[in-house]
């Protein structure tokens, strides 16, 4: 059984006072096996975040189905869902999405706050994944006090404490400098070979290159998608590059 099965996912957005609809996702399918790293590239608007969304159970597909872990979304109860998110998914935001009134530590505590853990619980947690991610210097900094890359790897740090089924990540090194971009990617790849199953959404032909996987989403559909497997980061880096091509010229595989 995969990890992640998305069926025939649908999405139709409805526009206030009667307006045209858009239908941001048509006919979505594809599996996540665990320990998988899958990235997801596409043209902007192409659907992206509405699929990332719909797999992370913050919005609702019009048709189709979610199956995480043998776990149907759909049969989640309404107010359980926020527990089912923070039980099961990690999630890094492009623009990090840390509580600037916090430091970083309880930033990362956060879920498990939520989840009501014990402190013990909680220091023995962050003590086992803070020095692979390099924060135990600024664990008592506060957001705004931190670089980018700092605050990233923070919320990195956030969505794994929680142990969580997989890590959703869109655009995770959208807003970061090159330097501080490649070692977010070296952390993902250093975690995703722990075992750590990823599903990341992203424009960058670099970060997909470092992915087991990567689906091409188009006019709402997957339109191709190409495996890593023994191909080095650089040939990856060619290949995707090769199908983006394609892509925009609206070219069929
Ligand atoms: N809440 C919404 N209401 C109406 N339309 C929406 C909404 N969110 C997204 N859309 C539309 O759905 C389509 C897909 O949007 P989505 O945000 O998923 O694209 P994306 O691939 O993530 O783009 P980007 O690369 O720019 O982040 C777009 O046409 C967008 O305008
Ligand atoms: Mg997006």
Redesign the pocket.
């Known amino acids: 059984m995969s990890l992640l099965e998305a069926k025939n996912i649908r999405k139709v957005?409805k526009?206030r006072f009667g307006g045209a609809s858009?239908e941001?996702l048509k006919n979505v399918s594809f599996t996540v096996e665990k320990g998988e790293y899958v990235a997801i590239m596409?043209e902007?608007?192409?659907?992206?975040?509405?699929?990332l969304n719909i797999i992370a159970a913050l919005d609702k597909a019009t048709e189709g189905t979610v199956i995480l872990d043998g776990m149907d979304l759909a049969k989640v109860r309404d107010r359980d869902i926020a527990g089912f998110r923070r039980d099961n998914l990690g999630y890094v935001f492009q623009d990090f999405n840390l509580l600037d009134t916090f430091p970083l530590e309880d930033n990362i505590y956060l879920p498990l706050v939520l989840a009501g853990r014990k402190p013990d619980e909680m220091q023995e947690r962050l003590g086992r994944i803070a020095p692979s991610l390099g924060i135990e210097d600024i664990l008592k900094k506060y957001p705004y006090e931190v670089s980018g890359g700092q605050k990233q790897r923070a919320a990195v740090a956030r969505a794994l404490i929680t142990d969580p089924r997989i890590i959703l990540a869109d655009e995770p090194t959208g807003a970061l400098d090159s330097k501080s971009s490649d070692e977010l990617l070296e952390l993902f790849k250093k975690v995703n070979q722990t075992g750590q199953t990823i599903l990341m959404?992203t424009?960058s032909t670099k970060a997909a290159s470092n992915a087991s996987r990567v689906l091409f989403i188009k006019d709402g559909t997957i339109f191709h998608q190409i495996y890593k497997g023994d191909c080095s980061d650089n040939q990856m880096y060619q290949k995707i590059s090769d199908t983006l091509t394609l892509l925009a010229q609206g070219g069929e595989q």
């Open positions: 957005y526009t858009v941001a596409g902007s608007g192409s659907g992206k975040t509405t699929l959404v424009h």
